[in-house]
């Protein structure tokens, strides 16, 4: 594949959305200027499992202000309600505590919710499953994992090589309910407009996708495509927690189509969003990790227990990176669910490889000491040639330069091998290192439009987001290099249905997938016009085909690094310094790059030390509701957090030459802080969060 040669991109260009942003300008979802707007809030269930006998909503209809109530007893019905969590309001089924069960539409946001809590609500219970258990007694197999993964995996002998393993390791790690809690809740305008005789509806909204919001939801409502216009210019983060429409977008179309044209805008809470826009998994893994006694790996067997919601399947793929992160003639990787009476999990920055990862590098550490061996060392021992699932030749492993360089950088070489062996004043020091890896991948069906315009600039045009990672500046970046021109000449236009195709900002492929298909159409702007076009010139390509997508294994590769310092007295857990070091292709901008590596180191250490979602089984919800008592890390929390990239060009990933780079930050960092943390004190933690008394032994 041919790369296109880099003038503007990889320089550290300021964010060109940055102006609009501080000075309050930019429009997110909630605030787009709308005429005479009403305001939505939502009817929850308070009962996990069973069903609605009747809601009584006479004293909110009497509430001065209030315009419409919905429940599962009137409310619109749906052309399509084959979605388990996005066909709400259609029966009166109870499926998890949270679950939407009506709504109340009125002229001020204060009276929609004093007018929701007048609905009372009368049920039929019946007994509910909330609580995951290694030993639930309908753990099941599902068909496929996320990204059409295959559920298990089975290579040689894994038993037989574990039962004559010079070396075994032999552990359970878990991982809790993690909630994305991005700075802006998710929100939605809707407007659903008759007057022309055919429904045109209106969405502006916080997502990660225009295009599959409207793809998602046109036929839930029985609408052709260019009926649903979805509008989103700008989003305040996701995470994952974005990437496809909620409950949340289905009930404000249902309230619009109430209101005669009227705008309805909705706003979660903090605290609704804990039970409707997904989260992570909790997980449960067995590791086991046979090895000679040299440390070269005879056998690695991953098996995972997790959850999904019992009103629809989501399987986290929490096992995929052991089928290639390391060499092993025998191998076993296993996936089960338990189906609960639960909101649905979602994505969550790094799905599967995130919570995968820590447990794989967590026993990588377990099985060097057991060896004998510098943690490093063990991982160079281990590495495959090629990729042991495909067979395929790499695009560019290069972990062993991260690990390399990053040693060099942090001061692997002065750590003391030795537990509990480093003390300054009252504090126990520990360093401690993992490995990183993250699928690179561009998606099909994007399409991008390049126009010249009078004003003598190039409207370059594609319905991508931009959700706070920079990608209007990076596509900028891009279409100024496969134009040929200067960066200042190039408007790029996104977030919006009415734009070209494209896919979702997730999985780390927006940049490869939305600048291919840039690239794709300035070269054939350029083809068919010159470098001098008429004004109005324009041409529309969708993006090709990788032809070596097939043919090479592309991934990115990174090694993390920590140092904590752990209070002897006290258990007080600090982290001076994390250092990451990333192979992830070309850098498009140096200065986003960067934010997004450190941005997801410190979700790993937030991960480590922090982030717990606590679900009562007994009533089947999430208890820890907001951000004061779901606790995530500060800028207090670690001192020193830098990441560095090999400079390098991947020349089978895409024309830029680049991989993405927004989620291998968080893989592995978790694993890095608690393996620092056993060799600062000598307890090894297997649970996350680690916390104060699980060192107090």
């Given at each position: 594949?041919?790369?296109?040669?880099?003038?503007?991109?990889?320089?550290?260009?300021?964010?060109?959305?940055?102006?609009?942003?501080?000075?309050?300008?930019?429009?997110?979802?909630?605030?787009?200027?709308?005429?005479?707007?009403?305001?939505?809030?939502?009817?929850?269930?308070?009962?996990?499992?069973?069903?609605?006998?009747?809601?009584?909503?006479?004293?909110?209809?009497?509430?001065?202000?209030?315009?419409?109530?919905?429940?599962?007893?009137?409310?619109?019905?749906?052309?399509?309600?084959?979605?388990?969590?996005?066909?709400?309001?259609?029966?009166?089924?109870?499926?998890?505590?949270?679950?939407?069960?009506?709504?109340?539409?009125?002229?001020?946001?204060?009276?929609?919710?004093?007018?929701?809590?007048?609905?009372?609500?009368?049920?039929?219970?019946?007994?509910?499953?909330?609580?995951?258990?290694?030993?639930?007694?309908?753990?099941?197999?599902?068909?496929?994992?996320?990204?059409?993964?295959?559920?298990?995996?089975?290579?040689?002998?894994?038993?037989?090589?574990?039962?004559?393993?010079?070396?075994?390791?032999?552990?359970?790690?878990?991982?809790?309910?993690?909630?994305?809690?991005?700075?802006?809740?998710?929100?939605?305008?809707?407007?659903?407009?008759?007057?022309?005789?055919?429904?045109?509806?209106?969405?502006?909204?916080?997502?990660?996708?225009?295009?599959?919001?409207?793809?998602?939801?046109?036929?839930?409502?029985?609408?052709?495509?260019?009926?649903?216009?979805?509008?989103?210019?700008?989003?305040?983060?996701?995470?994952?927690?974005?990437?496809?429409?909620?409950?949340?977008?289905?009930?404000?179309?249902?309230?619009?189509?109430?209101?005669?044209?009227?705008?309805?805008?909705?706003?979660?809470?903090?605290?609704?969003?804990?039970?409707?826009?997904?989260?992570?998994?909790?997980?449960?893994?067995?590791?086991?990790?046979?090895?000679?006694?040299?440390?070269?790996?005879?056998?690695?067997?991953?098996?995972?227990?997790?959850?999904?919601?019992?009103?629809?399947?989501?399987?986290?793929?929490?096992?995929?990176?052991?089928?290639?992160?390391?060499?092993?003639?025998?191998?076993?990787?296993?996936?089960?669910?338990?189906?609960?009476?639960?909101?649905?999990?979602?994505?969550?920055?790094?799905?599967?490889?995130?919570?995968?990862?820590?447990?794989?590098?967590?026993?990588?550490?377990?099985?060097?000491?057991?060896?004998?061996?510098?943690?490093?060392?063990?991982?160079?021992?281990?590495?495959?040639?090629?990729?042991?699932?495909?067979?395929?030749?790499?695009?560019?492993?290069?972990?062993?330069?991260?690990?390399?360089?990053?040693?060099?950088?942090?001061?692997?070489?002065?750590?003391?091998?030795?537990?509990?062996?480093?003390?300054?004043?009252?504090?126990?020091?520990?360093?401690?290192?993992?490995?990183?890896?993250?699928?690179?991948?561009?998606?099909?069906?994007?399409?991008?439009?390049?126009?010249?315009?009078?004003?003598?600039?190039?409207?370059?045009?594609?319905?991508?987001?931009?959700?706070?990672?920079?990608?209007?500046?990076?596509?900028?970046q891009i279409a100024a290099d496969a134009l040929g021109c200067d960066t200042d000449t190039v408007e790029v236009q996104i977030g919006d249905t009415d734009l070209p195709a494209a896919t979702v900002a997730g999985g780390s492929s927006g940049i490869s997938s939305w600048g291919t298909a840039i690239v794709?159409?300035?070269?054939?702007?350029?083809?068919?016009?010159?470098?001098?076009?008429?004004?109005?010139?324009?041409?529309?390509?969708?993006?090709?085909?990788?032809?070596?997508?097939?043919?090479?294994?592309?991934?990115?590769?990174?090694?993390?690094?920590?140092?904590?310092?752990?209070?002897?007295?006290?258990?007080?857990?600090?982290?001076?310094?994390?250092?990451?070091?990333?192979?992830?292709?070309?850098?498009?901008?140096?200065?986003?790059?960067?934010?997004?590596?450190?941005?997801?180191?410190?979700?790993?250490?937030?991960?480590?030390?922090?982030?717990?979602?606590?679900?009562?089984?007994?009533?089947?919800?999430?208890?820890?509701?907001?951000?004061?008592?779901?606790?995530?890390?500060?800028?207090?929390?670690?001192?020193?957090?830098?990441?560095?990239?090999?400079?390098?060009?991947?020349?089978?990933?895409?024309?830029?030459?680049?991989?993405?780079?927004?989620?291998?930050?968080?893989?592995?960092?978790?694993?890095?802080?608690?393996?620092?943390?056993?060799?600062?004190?000598?307890?090894?933690?297997?649970?996350?969060?680690?916390?104060?008394?699980?060192?107090?032994?």
């Amino acid at each position: 594949m041919t790369t296109i040669q880099p003038r503007a991109i990889g320089a550290p260009l300021t964010r060109l959305d940055g102006p609009a942003k501080v000075t309050g300008t930019a429009h997110y979802a909630f605030e787009h200027p709308v005429q005479h707007p009403a305001y939505l809030h939502p009817v929850q269930a308070t009962i996990a499992h069973g069903r609605v006998a009747g809601m009584d909503t006479a004293a909110a209809e009497q509430l001065d202000g209030v315009v419409a109530v919905l429940t599962v007893f009137d409310a619109p019905k749906l052309a399509d309600a084959s979605d388990g969590e996005l066909s709400i309001l259609q029966d009166d089924r109870v499926h998890f505590r949270g679950q939407l069960i009506g709504a109340v539409v009125a002229n001020s946001l204060e009276i929609a919710r004093q007018a929701a809590d007048l609905v009372r609500v009368d049920y039929h219970e019946e007994p509910h499953d909330a609580e995951l258990r290694a030993d639930h007694p309908r753990l099941y197999a599902p068909e496929d994992m996320l990204e059409s993964k295959p559920t298990d995996t089975e290579e040689g002998d894994v038993d037989a090589a574990l039962a004559n393993a010079a070396v075994t390791v032999d552990q359970t790690y878990t991982t809790p309910i993690e909630h994305n809690n991005p700075m802006e809740p998710h929100a939605t305008i809707a407007t659903w407009d008759e007057s022309a005789g055919r429904p045109q509806v209106t969405l502006y909204d916080s997502t990660q996708g225009v295009h599959v919001v409207r793809k998602t939801l046109a036929p839930m409502f029985g609408l052709e495509p260019e009926q649903l216009r979805v509008i989103a210019p700008h989003v305040g983060g996701g995470f994952g927690a974005k990437g496809a429409p909620k409950a949340h977008n289905v009930l404000a179309v249902l309230a619009a189509q109430r209101c005669g044209g009227r705008p309805v805008k909705l706003a979660l809470t903090r605290q609704q969003m804990f039970a409707l826009v997904g989260y992570r998994t909790p997980t449960i893994q067995r590791v086991r990790l046979a090895a000679d006694p040299a440390g070269a790996l005879t056998a690695l067997s991953h098996e995972v227990i997790e959850q999904t919601s019992a009103v629809k399947e989501f399987a986290e793929q929490t096992a995929v990176a052991s089928r290639m992160m390391y060499a092993t003639p025998n191998r076993r990787t296993s996936h089960r669910l338990a189906a609960l009476d639960v909101p649905v999990p979602f994505w969550m920055r790094a799905p599967g490889l995130c919570p995968g990862m820590f447990a794989t590098e967590v026993a990588m550490d377990e099985l060097a000491e057991a060896c004998g061996l510098d943690p490093i060392e063990l991982r160079i021992r281990n590495e495959p040639r090629v990729d042991p699932e495909t067979g395929n030749p790499w695009s560019g492993r290069r972990l062993v330069d991260c690990l390399r360089t990053g040693a060099e950088r942090f001061g692997w070489a002065d750590r003391d091998p030795l537990p509990r062996n480093r003390i300054h004043g009252r504090w126990l020091l520990g360093t401690g290192v993992a490995a990183a890896t993250y699928p690179a991948s561009s998606n099909p069906g994007n399409t991008a439009r390049v126009e010249y315009r009078p004003d003598g600039r190039y409207a370059v045009q594609i319905g991508a987001a931009d959700i706070g990672t920079g990608t209007w500046t990076a596509l900028t970046q891009i279409a100024a290099d496969a134009l040929g021109c200067d960066t200042d000449t190039v408007e790029v236009q996104i977030g919006d249905t009415d734009l070209p195709a494209a896919t979702v900002a997730g999985g780390s492929s927006g940049i490869s997938s939305w600048g291919t298909a840039i690239v794709a159409a300035a070269q054939a702007f350029r083809d068919k016009h010159g470098e001098n076009p008429s004004y109005g010139a324009e041409v529309s390509t969708e993006a090709p085909e990788n032809p070596d997508a097939e043919k090479f294994a592309l991934h990115s590769f990174g090694a993390q690094f920590a140092e904590v310092a752990v209070d002897r007295d006290t258990g007080e857990i600090r982290v001076p310094r994390m250092l990451g070091v990333f192979s992830i292709g070309r850098a498009i901008n140096a200065r986003t790059l960067r934010s997004q590596l450190i941005g997801g180191m410190t979700m790993g250490l937030s991960m480590a030390l922090h982030e717990e979602s606590v679900r009562d089984p007994r009533f089947g919800h999430v208890v820890t509701q907001d951000l004061a008592s779901y606790h995530i890390s500060a800028h207090a929390d670690v001192r020193d957090v830098d990441a560095i990239w090999l400079d390098e060009v991947d020349e089978h990933a895409n024309p830029m030459g680049a991989r993405g780079a927004g989620e291998i930050g968080i893989v592995g960092a978790a694993a890095a802080v608690a393996n620092a943390i056993y060799r600062a004190t000598g307890v090894r933690v297997r649970d996350l969060p680690i916390m104060v008394d699980d060192l107090l032994h």
